[in-house]
């Protein structure tokens, strides 16, 4: 091996090593972090899904209808892909789901015990003592013998099986938006490279030249799905505003029916035999696109803390969708 291959090599063992010790520091902080918000995430499903379990079932088709009427384009691929999951396995997802929570209430349970021990009885947690190294074997110790791996290979196998059949469903049903989002990125890319390209090799040193190309690629896609969303972010607002519209509307004469809540014989026992239900409908639909079109199509506060995991899993699934068809 020539000189110049051996010191390449070197300073890339060197570069490596570095990256990693600059790494290590983040991982106590990281994990503490993902102990301290993870509870919190489980437990959100588990409230959302304990209420949405007792509703009866009007109740429950109305709840649905005016999320769909006021958030549906907010969130397209989200409720797309819930849809989806409904007609891939449900039941065996939810079962899967249920079952990691329980193998991670286990991992949390067992490391509150392992943040209090102190073997040496200094009256410090032995945990406090350890640098980030250390604490990522230990860490990593107790999650490999307290975790139930048949278990969660199941669990995982199961979930990944039922996003095949979402990714497939989503990707057909917003095959129109990533094409344009990649058509966009690709026509932005070009100009980019052409003009900004000979500038940024001289900003950039001259061994990270290579990566020029790859993060450019990486900011005019994300201009390009931004744009490409938008627009379906728009079509969907409408779109589901009318049919959550309708939806709420049939179920609340139903649940009215059910009842025997007759408003003076304005409630009709069949709504196929008025225009009440559409005219209900189409008054929601109106007002959940103008409240979409008020907020700019984007969630604001206050609503935007409950609806926080909504917002990280529709910009995860975009972006999925997205770049598996590139």
Known sequence: MSDSKKDEKQNLQEELGNAAEKLEKFVKPIFNAIVIVLPFLIKYVQVLYTFYSKLPDDVAAMLIGLIFCFFGGLYPTVFAALQAARLSGWDSLVGAFKN???????????????????????????????????????????????????????????????????????????????????????????????????????????????????????????????????????????????????????????FCVKRGIKLGGFIPENHHETLIDETIGYTLAALGFFFQFKVGFDITFPFNIPLMPFEMAETWLRWQITSDDD
């Open 100 to 254: 990691l929570n329980q193998e991670i209430q286990v991992i949390l349970e067992a490391d509150k015990k392992d943040n209090l021990k102190d073997e040496d009885g200094d009256g410090i947690a032995d945990v406090n003592e350890l640098d980030s190294k250390e604490f990522f074997e230990r860490k990593t110790k107790l999650v490999l013998t307290k975790i139930n791996p048949t278990k969660v290979d199941d669990a995982l196998s199961t979930i990944y099986k039922v996003w095949l059949g979402v990714a497939a469903a989503l990707a057909i049903k917003f095959a129109r938006t990533i094409s344009l989002a990649l058509s966009l990125a690709e026509a932005i890319n070009k100009p980019v490279m052409k003009y900004a390209g000979p500038f940024l090799e001289k900003a950039v040193p001259k061994e990270y030249s290579r990566w020029i190309p790859v993060v450019v690629a990486w900011i005019t896609k994300s201009i390009g799905m931004s744009i490409a969303w938008y627009i379906q972010t728009i079509i969907s607002a409408f779109t589901s505003a009318i049919h959550g519209g309708l939806m709420t509307a049939r179920a609340l004469l139903k």
